[in-house]
């Protein structure tokens, strides 16, 4: 009776499950001829050659062309990353198959599991619905006897399982021999066993005694139960592999953003377009309207807008003048621009990108410290308990009670398969990296996203993270001429000055459209001030006692000039024939985007701390305007990791935001080092976390993403083990004293597989969190 409904059951469930499954395989690829090490002239950049030689123009040795990104291909287990591979092959520690580093999927292991996976179906669903011709009456129906039908069952069986399971005996074998038990080493000893026994069976049906016949008198088989099993584990890998390769989509996005031709100016001022690979350090690049901007560079003539929303997120265009930096791949607005190329190859931005993500994606989080603890010895429990379950059946259970024992052995073996357990907190981590990457938010590891969720202390530095990093032009007022008029007299007595003041002004004039007046008789002051003359005119610029020196009276000025004093403002004089006329206000200002990203920090209970170098009461000032908890003023760049220290030793979770050298050490100290991605590399380098953009937004962004990246582990493995802990007792056969209830290997097969695709749909649901 339990074999029938078993077999009747199994049969419905393949039919209705695989006859209207369609499996969608992704196209091949386009294969990229094989291309060596290029070298180019240091001096002429035109000169590329596919082998090291001279320049036939200068002499020189040509150097070797950095590639933007390896092309050699190498693979890595998505549950140990630490196992690398140039090949294609399976993991020799828990037997999954290796995926690109890359995060590209695997096609030509796919297309192959594809091919398994139909054969499997197509033999399987007859094989099915042969085993249960005695219970359906197909038997009487055809004269097929039951020594026939075991033949049958062998031709239809053998092919599933020796050619489409060969991937699963190849990783059974290497668990072996390598001693490295795993969860292919379960199955491959469940359908190891049924299929031997049902060979032996066909074979050789007299070595057996009449406890194992049927009420036919012929030897019982399950070629059906090895066969479908087999069927539905390739199931799993298949969509296990399709899903390893959906995990890293933005990142491949990314990649395929990068242009492949780049147009080069020769020294007579012509162009040439030329190979991405052929840019050297140094080439001059025309960027043409529409076109893709080929490396990272600064802007040397021409005037654009440049839509960055692939690097940074934000859709609205960045304008760019001579000066401006530009990042690779992004894309050109109306303008025409001519650059200098500054970063190639795998220096590149975006390069740099796909190299921390791929790198972060294959690190392990503390959380899967316990499934690695548990799935170490999970496999030899497993062992013993299916050894248990036969011995328990062959002793007490009911006629036949060799297949009970058989079967329910091997339900146990299938089912406990820890694929699911393994898979549950590194699919996570790596769909949570590449949707960090899309918004811009780049996480080193995954033990900074998991520290992230903790975090409830933010120590940001003033300078370059709170603010822009350099000063510029806030306020300008005059008395007795005409604002711009007078703007441009100080600006153009400030263009010659290389202060950083005089600097900010000159550029403030012209970012409100003014024009900075030639000067005659320009002369410098010890870094009080600056003075010329501009159409016969004196202009003086500088501080109150510079302009005091001179008898010059400033008390008209000097209340504004203590306001913005207290601001954080640095305060400019100037005076026109002797007559103070006005001043202006000069500061590090404010990012549009910092009270809003510190707001939503309060909002979620993390505490505020400012760490500058800059005098307190500039300090307190800012502090002010932006509501931050508590100010640490006046610090020395040696003394910002003990204030991390400290704040730790008070029982904090701290998170520090900065973006130069001298905040390298306290970002490497914090729980979470968090790094501008418009500073220093050094502090990136240092860093759990980058803000590509360098918007604090993304410190609120990347802890929404943390906490529900979290979220989705704990289902994954809340699922998983349960999963194991109800399905092992049913498989070995405890509701059967109660309600008669047992489990098919074949559905032991079914829910193994169904387990690993719920985690793997469940970690794809953070591709829907908006951080």
Known sequence: MYDGAVKYFNAIWVTMNYSHHNVVVPAAPKTAGASGIRYSCPMHAEIVRDAPGSCPKCGMTLVPIAEAVPRAAEYTCPMHPEIRSPHPDSCPKCGMTLVLVAGETNN??????????????????PLVVLAMSPMIGIHDLFGIQPRLRGWIEFVLGTPVVLWVGWPILHKFWQSITQRALNMYTLIGLGVGLAYLFSLAAVLVPGLFPQEFREHDGAVGTYFEAAAVIVTLVILGDFLQLRAMGQTSQAIRQLLKLAPNLAWRLRDDGSEEQVPLDAVIVGNRLRVK??????????????????????ITGEPVPVAKVVGSKVTGATVNGNGSLLIRAERIGADTLLARIVHMVGEAQRTRAPIQRLADIIAAYFVQIVVGIAIATALVWWFFGPEPKFGYAFLNAIAVLIIACPCAVGL?????????????????????????????????????????????????????????????????????????????????IVEGAKARGVTPRSVEAFEANNGLGVQADIDGKRVLVGSRSFLAQRGIETKHWEERAATWGAEAKTVVFFSVDGTAAGIA??????????????????????????????????????????????????????????????????????????????????????????AMGTGTDVAMESAG????????????????????????IRQNLIFAFGYNALGIPIAAGVLYPAFGLLLSPVFAGAAMALSSVSVVTNALRLNRVKP
């Open 424 to 504: 549950a907190t590194p699919i996570s981590m790596t769909v949570a990296m590449g949707q960090g990457a899309r918004v811009g938010i780049l996480f080193r590891n995954a033990e900074a996203i998991e520290r992230m969720r903790d975090i409830d202390t933010v120590v940001i530095d003033k300078t370059g993270t709170l603010t822009l990093g350099h000063p510029a032009l806030i306020d300008f007022v005059a008395h007795g001429i005409p604002e711009n008029e007078a703007l441009a007299l100080v600006a153009g007595v400030e263009q010659l000055s290389e202060h950083p003041i005089g600097i900010a």
């Open 689 to 712: 976390v980058t803000l590509v953009k360098g918007d604090l937004r993304g410190i609120a962004s990347a802890a929404v993403l943390s906490r529900a990246t979290m979220r989705n």
């Open 585 to 674: 206000a000069v500061a590090d200002p404010i990012k549009d985007s910092t009270k809003g990203a510190l707001a939503a920090l309060k909002r979620s209970g993390v505490r505020i701390v400012m760490l500058t170098g800059d005098s307190r009461s500039t300090a307190e000032a800012v502090a002010r305007q932006l509501g931050i908890d508590e100010t640490l003023a006046e610090v020395l760049p040696e003394d910002k990791a003990g204030h991390v220290k400290r704040l730790q030793a008070e029982g904090r979770k701290v998170a520090m935001a900065g973006d130069g050298i001298n905040d390298a050490p306290a970002l490497a100290q914090a729980d979470v080092g968090i």
């Open 289 to 310: 309207p529409g076109e893709k901007v080929p490396v990272d560079g600064t802007v040397m003539d021409g005037t654009s807008r440049v839509d960055e929303s692939m």
């Open 108 to 125: 030509v292991e796919l297309r192959g599991l594809a091919r398994r996976l139909w054969t499997g179906v197509a033999f399987s669903i």
